[in-house]
């Protein structure tokens, strides 16, 4: 077997996670020290994709890349955008297809291939219209997407929403009370594959009428605001319950701000609570 067609299959058997420890390690160091390489990788990685939507995979692949592709929501976006690609793709496509199924971009490479120059501008400007809609179709899905997310958020928050109890798919984190002003040490949270929630209680330790939460990434953009939460009463102590659907996090140090608001609508300056979120297998 040649030395490339060697890598390529060590990089396919790493995206499907059937590297042992060792040779993991070294992949990844090399991705991390050699520009090319990761190029490579990320060109098999769209490869595998591409053969996941077009049901091309052996079972045993196909076993192994839906173990991978479905351990977090950064994977299972991938896996959405391909799909919804592949189809916009197969819908517009002006190329007809022959019965053995192929490529959509090898056609595209075919097409460019022709020696016919006005083919050829015809066929750049179609791929120019065609780009332009798949980014529409992009993020019209990572819109949809968050929208999804936030209509979640807003159930789950909302006045009288019922109140998730710890379970495989719930994670709860007790934050330090509302009185204890000023950021600490990071709130460890951890995700798996079947989190579905995180819930972060805390005491508000105070006559807030209710309270506005601010979570923010670790480069200060915001993931969300929430307004007029309403503590809840728990085996007879009054708590503020904050549920976040898991998809909405990633690994990452987040701050989460929490205002208090009086009944005449003034507010306290927040207390601010760090958040490390990382995924576990």
């Known amino acids: 077997m040649k030395d490339i067609e060697r890598e390529r299959l060590l990089i396919r058997q790493y995206l499907l996670g059937e590297l042992d420890e060792h040779d993991q390690e070294q992949l990844e160091q090399r991705v991390i020290t050699n520009p090319d390489y990761k190029e490579e990788v990320l060109i098999t990685e769209e490869e595998l994709l591409e053969e996941f939507v077009n049901g091309t995979l052996s079972l045993r692949e196909r076993e192994s890349f839906t173990r991978m592709y479905s351990s977090s929501p950064a994977q299972r976006r991938k896996i959405k955008i391909a799909q919804a690609l592949n189809s916009y793709a197969a819908e517009h496509s002006p190329v007809v297809q022959p019965m053995a199924q192929r490529s959509w971009a090898k056609s595209l490479f075919e097409l460019f291939s022709t020696k016919n120059r006005f083919h050829q501008l015809s066929l750049a400007a179609l791929i120019l219209v065609l780009v332009a809609g798949g980014s529409i179709l992009v993020y019209w899905l990572m819109s949809h997407e968050r929208r999804a997310d936030y209509d979640a958020l807003?159930?789950?928050?909302?006045?009288?929403?019922?109140?998730?109890?710890?379970d495989g798919s719930v994670v709860s984190?007790?934050?330090?009370?509302?009185?204890?002003?000023?950021t600490g040490e990071p709130r460890n949270i951890s995700l798996t594959k079947q989190t579905r929630t995180v819930q972060l209680r805390l005491?508000?330790?105070?006559?807030?009428?209710?309270?506005r939460a601010i979570l923010k990434r670790s480069d200060g953009s915001e993931v969300f605001t929430l307004e007029d939460l309403r503590a809840r009463q728990i085996d007879q102590h009054s708590i503020l319950v904050l549920q976040i659907p898991a998809q909405m996090l990633t690994p990452q140090v987040y701050q989460l701000e929490i205002f208090e608001k009086r009944a005449d609508a003034t507010s306290e300056s927040p207390s601010t609570f760090p958040l490390n979120v990382a995924e576990t297998p």
């Open 203 to 211: 005491d508000p330790s105070g006559g807030a009428y209710s309270f």
């Open 154 to 166: 807003l159930r789950l928050n909302q006045f009288g929403s019922e109140l998730l109890q710890p």
């Open 173 to 182: 984190v007790s934050l330090p009370p509302l009185s204890f002003r000023g």
